[in-house]
């Protein structure tokens, strides 16, 4: 009975896991999330819901209008979030215990990886 339910819940986390993966991929693959979409009604691609394909285009699509109203001003954001992210890895390289810092780091490079992904997709001369 305790493998069975170790099994599951090995299945489950990995499912999660493969989950959020796709999410990410995504949120960072503008070309490849417009593909999928294209896609949806017909297949599931990638293990993802269309709903939730939707909600992630929507995302991106706020970001590209971002960029397109105001560049400079997208570009400040990214200026920032890269100071920030700066700022929090020095403070977690001089106390390792906050645990709490390694997950705004995560966070932070999360964040820049979309917003740089939203520029290469919109301003990039190979489009």
Known sequence: ??????????ALSLIACA????VRYYRLHPKALQRALKNCPDSHPRQIACAELIKIADE???????LQRDPQGF???ILTSEAKLAELERDFKKNKAQS?????IAQEKQKI???LAIVQ???SPGK
């Open 1 to 10: 009975m305790m493998r069975y339910f170790i099994f599951v819940s090995l």
């Open 19 to 22: 989950s959020s993966e796709d």
């Open 60 to 66: 991106v699509n706020t970001l590209a209008y971002q």
């Open 75 to 77: 570009g400040n954001t």
């Open 100 to 104: 709490g810092l390694y997950t705004e």
């Open 113 to 115: 990886a979309e917003y």
């Open 121 to 123: 997709w919109l301003e």
